[in-house]
C-alpha cells in the first residue's frame, strides 16, 4: 500500500527523546510495532491519532488492528512524499527549507547567495562573540520566556515550553543554544535541537541591535560549520510559509534548498476498507 522510500535522517517528532518529553508533560505517545511514534488528541469531541513525519509502513492496517486503533481516525503528515491511495487528503504539501551539510567549508560558503554573504562578512567585522550552550530543562529559562512573547506577538504557534524543556531534560546534549554577544549583552540566540543525523531550527530571537550587526547570519553560519564538522548531514531550517517572504528570502539565501514534505492526510476504516 504504501512505499517503503524513507527520509534519510530520523524526523524530530519520531525521535526516542521526543517521546519522552512527552510523557515528562504528562502526555503517552502510542508506539506502533514498527517503532514510529502515534500521537493521540482530541478535537471537538473526537478522538484523533496522528502519525507525524513518517512515512507509513506498508502493514499499517495490521499495526493499527494490533492496539486496537484500526477504527480510529489517523492523520498522516509525512516527511517526504509518498503514495498514500487509501488515504483522503486534507492539506497539500508544503515546502521546506533544508541546508545539505555534506559538503565542504569552502563549498557551503560559495554556496551562499551574494547579499547574504556579503551580510555575513559584515557581521564577521562586528565585535560579536558566539558561544554554544545546551539548553536548560526549565520551561521559565530566558530563551523559552522570549519565545512566548514573541510567538504570542507575531500570532504564531511553537511546541509549548514545558514540551522543549522536556526536550532538553530527555537528551540535554540534543540542544544547542547558539548565542551572539556583543560587549558581553546577548543580541541574538538560536536553538537547534539534534536528531539522528539531521538538526533542526527550533526557535531564535534578536535584538535591534542584533539586526544591525547582522547576528542571525554569523549565528546561522557558525552552527552550520559545528554541525557539519560533528557529521551531520542536513539541517532543517523549517517551513516556507506565504506570509514570512523575508524570513524565507534569509533561509534560501543561506544555501539552503526547498523540499516538499508529504502534505496531511486523513486515513480511516469508511475509506481504506479495513
Known amino acids: 500500500m504504501f512505499d517503503e522510500a524513507r527520509p534519510p535522517v530520523t524526523p524530530l517528532m519520531q525521535d526516542p527523546?521526543?517521546?519522552?518529553?512527552?510523557?515528562?508533560?504528562?502526555?503517552?505517545?502510542?508506539?506502533?510495532?514498527?517503532?514510529?511514534?502515534l500521537l493521540r488528541?482530541?478535537?471537538?469531541?473526537?478522538?484523533?491519532?496522528?502519525?507525524?513525519?513518517?512515512?507509513?509502513?506498508?502493514?499499517?492496517a495490521d499495526q493499527l488492528r494490533t492496539l486496537a486503533l484500526h477504527r480510529?481516525?489517523?492523520?498522516?503528515?509525512?516527511q517526504v512524499p509518498?503514495?498514500?491511495?487509501?488515504?483522503?487528503?486534507?492539506?497539500?504539501?508544503?515546502?521546506?527549507?533544508?541546508?545539505?551539510?555534506?559538503?565542504?567549508?569552502?563549498?557551503?560558503?560559495?554556496?551562499?547567495?551574494?547579499?547574504?554573504?556579503?551580510?555575513?562578512?559584515?557581521?564577521?567585522?562586528q565585535d560579536l562573540k558566539v558561544n554554544r550552550r545546551p539548553l536548560p530543562a526549565d520551561p521559565d529559562t530566558?530563551?523559552?520566556r522570549q519565545e512566548m512573547i514573541q510567538s504570542r506577538s507575531r500570532g504564531y504557534a511553537n511546541w509549548p515550553a514545558p514540551l522543549t524543556a522536556g526536550f532538553a531534560k530527555a537528551a540535554q546534549s540534543q540542544t544547542h543554544v547558539f548565542r551572539a554577544l556583543h560587549k558581553g549583552h546577548s543580541v541574538a540566540h538560536m536553538l537547534f535541537l539534534s536528531h539522528g543525523?539531521?538538526?533542526?531550527?527550533?526557535?531564535?530571537?534578536?535584538?535591534?541591535?542584533?539586526?544591525?550587526?547582522?547576528a542571525h547570519n554569523l549565528l546561522l553560519?557558525?552552527?552550520?560549520?559545528?554541525?557539519?564538522n560533528r557529521g551531520f548531514l542536513q539541517m532543517d531550517l523549517g517551513m516556507l510559509r506565504k506570509d514570512t517572504p523575508e524570513l524565507?528570502?534569509?533561509?534560501?539565501?543561506?544555501?539552503?534548498?526547498?523540499?516538499?514534505?508529504?502534505?496531511?492526510?486523513?486515513?480511516?476504516?469508511?475509506?481504506t476498507g479495513h
Open 41 to 60: 488528541r482530541r478535537i471537538a469531541g473526537i478522538t484523533l491519532t496522528m502519525l507525524p513525519r513518517a512515512t507509513p509502513p506498508d502493514d499499517l
Open 82 to 125: 509518498c503514495p498514500l491511495p487509501r488515504a483522503m487528503r486534507l492539506r497539500a504539501p508544503v515546502d521546506l527549507a533544508v541546508l545539505d551539510l555534506r559538503t565542504s567549508h569552502k563549498n557551503r560558503r560559495a554556496r551562499l547567495h551574494g547579499k547574504w554573504r556579503n551580510q555575513l562578512k559584515r557581521s564577521e567585522e
Open 197 to 214: 543525523t539531521c538538526v533542526t531550527y527550533h526557535l531564535g530571537h534578536i535584538s535591534d541591535d542584533g539586526k544591525k550587526r547582522g
Open 221 to 228: 553560519w557558525r552552527a552550520m560549520r559545528y554541525f557539519a
Open 142 to 144: 530566558a530563551v523559552l
Open 17 to 37: 527523546a521526543f517521546a519522552r518529553a512527552l510523557q515528562l508533560c504528562g502526555q503517552e505517545p502510542v508506539i506502533l510495532p514498527n517503532g514510529q511514534l
Open 72 to 78: 480510529t481516525p489517523l492523520i498522516l503528515s509525512p
Open 248 to 271: 524565507n528570502r534569509f533561509k534560501l539565501r543561506s544555501g539552503a534548498t526547498r523540499q516538499k514534505t508529504g502534505g496531511t492526510h486523513l486515513y480511516w476504516h469508511p475509506f
